[in-house]
């Protein structure tokens, strides 16, 4: 059975609708997401530029409310207090609230509340770039976006690296080719993708190994939305670990100085790896 929002033309049930608007194409917007803001009593959306420009497209008058995970608490208890009397909705500037997008909070709070929590499912950037890119679909990780330091980037990419699933990543134009080299150092025969533009006009999802992409970009920095995913490991990731790195540095270099290499390459910190490095070659 369906769950009915109740009847069109009566008002809509209290409580707070997690409602998932287009990432780029407005065709994308559900009907139900559709029925649903037009019918709740206030939108709560990241920016009023942005939903404004939605809800002008849609015909739909309602009224909207700022609300982001940086709002204080007074203001989010406000927000809770009407939902637990009103339908209130919940948008963020594109695709799937709470997913890289402002709400967690606020969900978990209404639901300790008992407020009746209620979702319109529809688009997420990271499912539509995953189910174009050819790698494996059986199990993967969202990651979010991908720290901008190299020392925090390559952390989480050590951290990330025994899952035996397709990573997926937000990722911006202007740091995408410093995040290929280095999964390139790490993992350089695993396939990559890079899914960009999804569902405007310019959609495109280009897949190699990092190096090959990081290469193309190069010499043609992305414009745009990006989903960077990188397939599971294969056999040859081992040899391209950080102690295997090491130890191929340590064959010619001192400890500090093939600390300094293995960090340039993979981003990981080099007292870290220093560290590491003493106790390898002891
Ligand atoms: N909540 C959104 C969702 O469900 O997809 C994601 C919001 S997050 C702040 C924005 C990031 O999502 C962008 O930096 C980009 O990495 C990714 N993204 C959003 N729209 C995209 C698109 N049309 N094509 C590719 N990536 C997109």
Known sequence: ???PESAFN??????????????????????RAVDVLRRCDAIACEDTRVTGKLLAHLGIDTRMLRYDDHASEDQRDR????????????VSDAGTPL???????????????????????????????LTISGLPTDRFVFAGFLPVKDKAKGDMLSELAGIAGTLIFYETGPRLTRSLEMIASLWPKRQVAVARELTKLHEECRSGSASELSDYYTAHPPKGEIVLLVGPPVEEDARHDPDALLREALADLSPSKAAAKVAKSTGI??????????????
């Not at 009566?10 to 065709?27: D, F, H, K, Q, S």
């Open 79 to 90: 927000l809770l207090e009407r939902a637990s009397n009103e339908a209130i909705a919940l």
């Open 1 to 3: 059975m369906t769950r």
């Open 269 to 282: 910190d080099r007292q870290t790896l220093y560290a590491r490095a003493v106790e390898l070659k002891s």
């Open 99 to 129: 997913i890289s997008d402002p709400g967690y909070r606020l969900v978990s709070e209404a639901r300790a509340a008992g407020i009746p929590v209620t979702t319109i499912p529809g688009v997420s950037a990271a499912i539509a770039g």
């Open 10 to 31: 009566e008002p809509l049930g209290r409580g707070l609708y997690i409602v998932a608007t287009p990432i780029g194409n407005l065709g994308d917007i559900t009907m």
